[in-house]
Nanobody, 123 residues
Framework: QVQLVESGGGLVQAGGSLRLSCAAS????????MSWFRQVPGKERESVAA????????YYVDSVKGRFTISRDNAKNTVYLQMNSLKPEDTAVYYC????????????????WGQGTQVTVSS
């Protein structure tokens, strides 16, 4: 069982930066693949970035490549999403998720979810 709590969301102007954090509690955090998803009202939840247990393999959706960076600190049971050069279209609720299967992008493959944190990018 893993509990996930996101933080770091907020309001930022276009071109600005935010760093999201996801703190995990429970057992064996380092054995989980971790991901960030985002969702806007009326749309499906979208996979944004994912990272394997050791941090040496990552995935990014094309729209955030070169702007977002996912990382993890297993000693602190935390995964991060550094978001730079933010655009209004990045506005969404961002969710942290964990699974034991691998770097996958379908929500159905994830076992644990955080409550989400709102990111709003103004133009």
């Amino acid at each position: 069982q893993v509990q996930l709590v996101e933080s770091g969301g907020g309001l930022v102007q276009a071109g600005g930066s935010l760093r999201l954090s996801c703190a995990a509690s429970g057992r064996s955090f380092s054995s989980y693949y971790m991901s960030w998803f985002r969702q806007v009202p009326g749309k499906e939840r979208e996979s944004v970035a994912a990272i394997n247990w050791s941090g040496d393999t990552t995935y990014y959706v094309d729209s955030v490549k070169g702007r977002f960076t996912i990382s993890r600190d297993n000693a602190k049971n935390t995964v991060y999403l550094q978001m730079n050069s933010l655009k209004p279209e990045d506005t969404a609720v961002y969710y942290c998720a964990a699974n034991t299967h691998g770097i996958v992008t379908m929500t159905i493959d994830y076992d644990y979810w955080g409550q989400g944190t709102q990111v709003t990018v103004s133009s």
